[in-house]
Structure formats: C-alpha cells, structure tokens
C-alpha cells in the first residue's frame, strides 16, 4: 500500500497516523540498536528512528547507505515529542532512497567563504538561514498584492524591453531586430503613469534592472522594485501611501514569520515599533544636520550612504528626505512651487543604516515645464512624445514611489548584504549560477 505523501509542516493534523515524507537528508547517527535520521522537506525538519529490532534487515542496511543531501522517502508513524526539532518525530517503518548523494557534497556543516557560497547558490539555497529568509520574501511578495488589492489598486505588469530611459543610472542594451537598441527597463514607472491616467490607481511588480558597477552592499544590477501610482495624489498623500505600505509590509513579517525572523537571529523590537507617521525632514534641513555631524555633502548633491546612516541614526523610524534639489533628481519630478530651486519628492531611508528603500515624487504635470526639463536631461524628445501626450491630453496632478525589494527584505531580515535577499543575486561580477 502507498500512503499519501506529507509534508512536515502538516505533521500536526497526522499524529497516531502512518504517513509518508519525502525529504533530504540533513544528518544521521546509529547507536547500533536505535538509529536517527533528520530530514528536510522544504518546509520544516523532522527527526525519525529506526529501531533495529523493529525494522526489517533491508531497511536497516539502507540506513547506513544515507549521507548528507540524499534524497529519502520514509514511512513511519508520527508522534508529538517535544524534544524533536518542529515538535513531532516519525517511527520509522520504511525507507526509501530515492537519490544518492555522494560524499563529496559541497556545502559541509563548517565555515565558507561568501564567494565559495555563492558559487554554490544552487546548494546554500537549502540552508535553513536560506529557507528562512526565501520564505519571508515570499510572504512579502503576497503581503505587496494583498495590501494594493484591498486598496482597490490595478497591478499591472510594464515592459522590461524597453526604448526609452526612466532613471539616470546604468543602461543594459540589446539590438532589437530593426528598431535599434533596446535597454533593459530600470522602471516601471513611466508605463505606470499612463497606466494611472487610465485606470486611476494602479502598481507595477516586477524586475528592473541597473548597470551599476558599484559594488556596494546595497546595490545589485537585477532587483525587484514595486511602483504604485496615484491619480490625483499629490506628494504629501505619495508619503502617506509610502508609510502605510511599509508598516503593513513589517506587521505583516511579524505577524507570519516570527519564526524564521527568528531563526535569523532578527531583534524583533527594532520591527515592533514600525507604525506610521515616520519623521519627515526638508533636503535642506538634513544638509544642515549633516553638516553639524561632519558631512561635506554640498547643497545640490544626492545623498550618499554615510550621509543616510548619519540622518538614520537620530530615529527608530524609516526617516522622510523629501523636496531635493532639482540636480540631483530625475527629469520627471514635479517643481516645488514654494522653492522652484527643488522638486516634490521623497527618499525614505530604512532605520539601522539599510539606507535608501523608496524613491518617490509627484510627477511634472505641466506640458511645458517637463519638454523643457528632458531637454535638459540631454534626452531625446522624440523618444517621449507618448509620455508627454499623458500631459497634452488631460494632464492630471499624480504621484507614485518604487520600493526596491531586496533592500526591503534585508532591512527587515536584518541582512547584512542584499546578494542572500534573492535566490540568484545578479551583481557586477555574478552571472552564475
Ligand atoms: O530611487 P529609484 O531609482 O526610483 C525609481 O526608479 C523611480 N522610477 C521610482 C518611482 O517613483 N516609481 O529606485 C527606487 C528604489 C530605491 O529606493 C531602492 O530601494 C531600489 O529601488 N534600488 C535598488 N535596489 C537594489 N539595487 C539597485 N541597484 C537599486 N537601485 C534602486
Ligand atoms: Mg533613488
């Protein structure tokens, strides 16, 4: 008789029940008479064991044949122990193995350098610091659907081929049949605002990409970035959005994945605390702060990293930069009426040093005002004629951010590097696995 395969987080409902459980094998030790093996499923461990005298020869041979990383079906009874990782442990009565692994295993139970890992990212992935972390981005990434869908927000999904730039950084390009170059998309955004014109609110989920050579622990050439835009929002409803959005996205952590938060050793207090309203500061007053704290940071430049650790450390909240000069921002921010020196917009730094996780701005909604800007951004205006219809037909005050995923996760995991915040980092030197 085959049973129904189960999965160690579904344990629960099975106890006094024989059940089957598929898995890799983590660890194995034999007294002689009563062996135990620990397996991984993906979803949680389980210890099982084998008692010799109650097993038949054959199963116990196959015991010894087990190594680290082999993959096993086993068929026992399941029983409540709380001494078991997880809570419950498997009387074992069958084992099945179902792909050797030899003892040569990569990844052994010791210390690696990062490069050896991430050449292994195929294997590290089953870690459990792995799993923790790959579960707590899925969990993230249905908390980002379900906060814009109970909202009444479109998602809707912008090219990643693209002609026309969105961001100041680094262009990915590829020829495209007789159209010329094509560049790899470092926004949604543009996309996204015609999108709003048309169906009011709306967000885009989805990769984007930046060549940067920084090598940086905050930057990586391929990262997921999520883009609401608003119709009719100006940039104070933009920041509100922006705080909401990042303390549901925290609560939600909490409240789902204390467990694996745990399990990387996240101080849950730091997250506790995350409620809107964050603090807001002018660009001009951070300079000033800066400035008192040592910075040479001139007026007129973005903010660098140490800038933003500097403005963080006075908070528990993810802070507010907003209004910034005109030079250091894109050509699509809207000029500041009470300092045309500046435009709307906002950064919102993450608390601890995470540094920049939003980037947001209400948008120039004057026809006039924004041919003049991509002029001077040295862009071809032929190349956004279809943007600016957005403001020749019906031009509308809007507003919108993008928060950079991984950046998000890695603050919230408390990572020290955003290459663990996704399954296979891209970065200047990493193109494998
Ligand atoms: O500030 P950025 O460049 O803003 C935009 O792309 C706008 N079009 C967003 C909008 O208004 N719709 O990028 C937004 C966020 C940053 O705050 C950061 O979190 C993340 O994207 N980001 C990166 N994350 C990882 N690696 C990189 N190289 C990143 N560059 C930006
Ligand atoms: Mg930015």
């Not at 993008?402 to 399954?423: F, M, N, Q, V, Y």
Request: hydrophobic share 40%; charged share 25%.
């Amino acid at each position: 008789m085959t049973l129904a395969s189960t999965r160690v987080s579904g344990l629960s409902s099975e106890v006094g029940k024989a059940v089957t459980v598929r898995g890799w094998i983590t660890t194995v030790r034999s007294s002689g008479k009563v062996a135990f093996l620990v397996l991984r499923d993906g979803t949680g461990l389980l210890q099982c064991v084998l008692v010799k005298s109650a097993v038949t020869q054959d199963v116990w041979d196959r015991f010894a044949q087990l190594s680290l990383e082999t993959s096993v079906a086993v068929t026992g009874d399941v029983r409540a122990d709380a001494r078991a990782p997880g809570g419950y442990e498997l009387g074992v009565t069958d084992l099945a193995i179902v792909g050797t692994s030899p003892l040569d295993y990569p990844i052994q139970p010791k210390e690696h350098g990062i490069d050896f890992l991430l050449d292994h990212r195929h294997l590290w992935l089953r870690s459990p610091r792995q799993r923790a972390i790959a579960t707590i981005r899925s969990e993230l990434e249905q908390g980002i659907q379900d906060f814009f869908y109970q909202r009444d927000f479109l998602r809707v999904d912008t090219p990643i081929l693209t002609a026309a730039i969105g961001e100041r950084s680094g262009l990915f390009s590829t020829e495209y049949f007789d159209e010329g170059s094509a560049y790899l998309a470092q926004t949604g955004q543009l996309y996204g605002e015609a999108a709003a014109a048309a169906w009011g609110k709306i967000y885009t989920f989805g990769p984007t990409f930046r060549a940067e050579k920084s090598k940086t622990r905050r930057h990586l050439t391929e990262f997921w970035m999520i883009e609401p835009e608003v119709a009719w929002n100006d940039s104070n409803d933009n920041m509100k959005l922006q705080e909401q959005f990042v303390s549901y996205l925290v609560q939600r952590a909490l409240e789902k994945r204390s467990a694996e938060l745990t399990e990387l050793e996240r101080d849950l207090t730091k997250l506790e605390g995350i409620k809107p309203p964050f603090p807001r500061l002018e660009y001009t007053e951070a300079i000033d702060i800066l400035h008192r704290k040592g910075s040479t940071t001139p007026w007129g430049d973005d903010l660098g990293a140490e800038d933003e650790s500097l403005i963080v450390a006075d908070y528990d909240l993810p802070v507010f930069v907003m209004n910034y000069p005109k030079e250091a921002k894109a050509f699509y921010m809207k000029e500041n009426p009470a300092d045309p020196r500046t435009v709307l917009c906002d950064d919102l730094l993450a608390p601890e040093g995470y540094g920049e996780m939003i980037g947001g701005s209400q948008r120039e909604d004057d026809y006039d005002r924004l041919l003049k800007r991509i002029i001077e951004e040295g862009l071809d205006p032929a190349a956004y004629e279809w943007y600016l219809d957005l403001r020749r037909y019906g031009t509308f005050v809007h507003a919108g951010f993008g928060l950079g995923l991984e950046r998000t996760i890695a603050w919230i995991c408390g990572l020290p590097h955003l290459r663990e915040a996704i399954a296979f980092p891209r970065m200047m030197h990493r193109l494998r696995p």
